[in-house]
């Protein structure tokens, strides 16, 4: 099995790219990272430097591994930074901030699926998977807040809605799927996991075993 997984060096990324490569020894996993250079080391696991936010970088990573694809994970997100944490209130909304979570939440999923589409070949079981949240969806949305986060991950929602319908015909073999990996101990969600209840917070290892099963 041929696996691409966005944004490997991170929680639940990370924690995938481990779960495949012991799952199975004839797996090869491709991965991503943006800044550091990942530790994590195999003769059946490469790296690619990649800001899965461009268009360029994108069409670039997808002419470099020329081989079929069985699986195409993208666990790339954010929630906050450092200068932002998701807004309270309407007053508190920032332009800036709203770009970048488009740019980071939905943007890059219907990349992949113009510039991969080749890869996964319709004559085979496949899989385009991205990670989106319960908090995206329209009508669960009873306390308000986080706008940004919120609107982008409903717009990645409608985008693989929209690819799903389209490659019904084209990829007929293709699952795709929006995975909700629920409350995951990693660093996007530390600042939020005040009130989680411990059996609700999951490890990365659990999440990724989740979605591989």
């Known amino acids: 099995m041929n696996v691409l997984i966005l944004g490997g060096s991170g929680g639940i990324g990370n924690a995938l790219v481990i779960k495949f490569l012991k799952a199975d020894k004839n797996n090869h996993v491709y991965s991503t990272y943006l800044t550091t250079s990942p530790t994590l080391k195999n003769e059946r696991l490469f790296w690619f430097r990649v800001d899965i936010s461009s268009e360029l970088e994108v069409q670039n990573l997808a002419q470099k591994i020329s081989g079929n694809l069985d699986v195409i994970i993208n666990t790339v997100g954010v929630l906050h930074t450092q200068q932002n944490k998701p807004e309270k209130t309407i007053q508190e909304f920032d332009t800036d ?17 113009k510039y991969f589409y080749q890869h996964l070949k319709a004559s085979q079981s496949s899989y385009f998977v991205t990670l989106s949240a319960r908090v995206g969806s329209i009508s669960d949305n009873h306390l308000g807040g986080w706008i940004s986060y919120r609107t982008s991950k409903s ?49 990365s290892s659990e999440s990724a075993n989740y979605l591989y099963n």
């Open 155 to 203: 717009a990645l929602n409608m985008a693989l809605k929209t690819i799903s319908i389209e490659w019904k015909y084209k990829r007929l073999n293709c699952r795709v799927w929006a995975f909700h990996p629920g409350t995951t101990n990693t660093d996007l969600s530390k600042p939020f996991q005040k009130n989680v209840l411990k059996e609700n917070l999951l490890s």
């Open 97 to 113: 901030f709203f770009t970048k979570n488009i740019l980071i939440n939905t943007l890059p999923t219907i990349l992949l699926a």
